[in-house]
């Protein structure tokens, strides 16, 4: 029996703006501890499949269940448990970052005080901006004063819309070390939407890929993002010594295609090194060989189509 | 929920700068009136006074506060919709356009509880407009030019009301004024859930006000069924209250007319804001 809590039950999701369906059949399941990543290229359908999970967008057909409730028929109940950040955190640029806080945090159902509020603010390191106005903020500071409006009402779960997106490389590594944080010592389930493997690669334990508006895979970072499992292009200059070699020697190995020297295929890493001496025995010259694993390989296709 | 929803509303209206432009607007339109009327009002009201010279004689101060007062709120009432709609066109359209509103609907509150402490928002922003113009037209026409009985001229004639039967008319004319006013407001939201954009829902509720207004001034029959529906038709109503004897029923049913566009705009807005997908 799995007794494993399902957060997020998201079953056949499809939305469909006019003639244009965003998302075709999106389904996924998030567990109760889980960074769990939320990957896709631009425009595979990401935010408009959080929108439908957070009750901005009605869904065309599916459902979507939070806490093992319809998001559907117990909205409120489920939303008091939810902080989330979708796309860029938009606050009242004419209010000081306190007084926003103070806003959202009253209709979130919590009484914060503004001890509560300087706490949180200190916490993603935005102490001595309290007074300031979020027309002066930079896109991080917004996004910190996002990811504190997230956590006002103590939520057990954080869905992040492309949080590092327009940060500075110490902005990404400082947003990526509270979500750390926050999964770590502070046990919450987050969801996390990039259109980057590597950046969920570091942070999520489990991960959906969607691409076109559908579920492409779903499973655990480490399982599918095999470093054992290689793609491998080795440019070399015998291509016809080199593929005979490969039958006779690797019969293990499918060749994928041909682009004059060059050959790609997938190999397991453990071979590599055979592979390698075996073409010096046989005289064959490498100049290039370069390796990704094969999911890796196929999202950087997808994004790149 | 609600009452800290509307809270929050306040808190917004009260630091946005447009909020003080309609109060700033209105202290320097009576200031204007009430500077031109104190250098040459006699000669403005000898207008009026002028066809029946030959059958009355006018003692006393003619020019008052009472007077002057009327002769304010008819001259601006009709132009106070700008101001007022120019913060509650904005009460959503302008989370649309900011992308606040995605935060807002995505906390525990129903977004019906959200749209209506907007409504509320925008009511007591118009009460507020009516009790600074109130203050302006009245007490400060008051302060300037001395009380006095007022007279009115209206399609029956000359009305020439008692001093001390003046106060409970101001008070009637102002509701039924703010009234008029809270319907542009209901307008104005109503247009907004509409609308992703601050600036549309206030151009097209000004554009309504105006188009109404002409179908209710031109004298043509085929209108003639629709004029006494349209909002902006009973929005003069105000000055029914300074009319003796009082037409009650005519009062009556302005407040029922537009007690009915407030309502039926609030449903729809109700109707549209949750249905409304939130792309912003």
Known sequence: MDTTEKMIEVNHLSKRFDSFEAVKDVSFTVNKG???????????????????????????SGDVKLFGKFLASHRSEILKRVGCIIEKPDFYKYLSAERNLEIFARISGVDSNRKDIHRMLDFVGLNGREKHKVSGFSHGMK????????????????????????????????????????????????????????????????MVIINRGVTVIEGEVAHLLNAQELIVRMEVNDVALTLSLLKEEFA????????????????????????????????????????????????????TN | MLIKSTLNEFIKIAAKPRSYLGLAAITVLVGVILFALKADGMSFISFVTASFEQTLTFEGNILNGNLVAFIVLQMLVIHIPLLVALVTGDLVSGEAAMGTIRMLATKPISRTKLLMSKFV?????????VIWLGIMAVFVGKVIF?????????????????????????????AVAFLALLTVSSLSICLSCFSDNSIGPIVTTMAIIILFTIIGTLDVRVFDNVRPLLFTTHM???????????????IKESIVILVIHNIVLILISIFKFNRKDITS
């Open chain 1, 34 to 60: 889980d960074v769990f990543g939320f990957l896709g290229p631009n425009g595979a359908g990401k935010s408009t499949t959080i929108r439908c999970m957070l009750s901005l967008i009605t869904p065309t």
């Open chain 1, 143 to 206: 996004q910190r004063l996002g990811i504190a409006q997230s956590l006002l009402h103590n939520p057990d779960m954080i869905i992040l819309d492309e949080p590092t997106t327009g940060l500075d490389p110490q902005g990404i590594i400082d947003i990526r070390n509270l979500i750390l944080q926050l999964s770590r010592e502070q046990n919450k389930t987050i969801l996390l939407s990039s259109h980057q493997l590597s950046e969920i690669e570091i942070i999520a334990n489990r």
């Open chain 1, 252 to 303: 293990q190995i499918i060749v994928q295609r041909e682009e004059g020297n060059v050959l790609h295929f997938s190999v397991n890493r453990n071979h590599i090194p055979d592979l390698i001496k075996k073409c010096v025995a046989r005289d064959i010259l490498i100049y290039a060989i370069e390796s990704k694993r094969k999911l890796e390989d196929y999202f950087i296709q997808m994004v």
């Open chain 2, 121 to 129: 928002a925008g009511g007591v922003y118009t009460l507020l407009i």
């Open chain 2, 146 to 174: 001395g009380s006095g009985d007022l007279m009115v001229l209206n399609s029956d004639g000359l009305v020439i009301l008692q001093e001390a039967d003046i106060g409970w008319r101001y008070i009637g004319g102002f």
């Open chain 2, 236 to 250: 003069a109503s105000w000055r029914s209250f300074f009319e003796d004897p009082l037409p009650v029923a005519q």
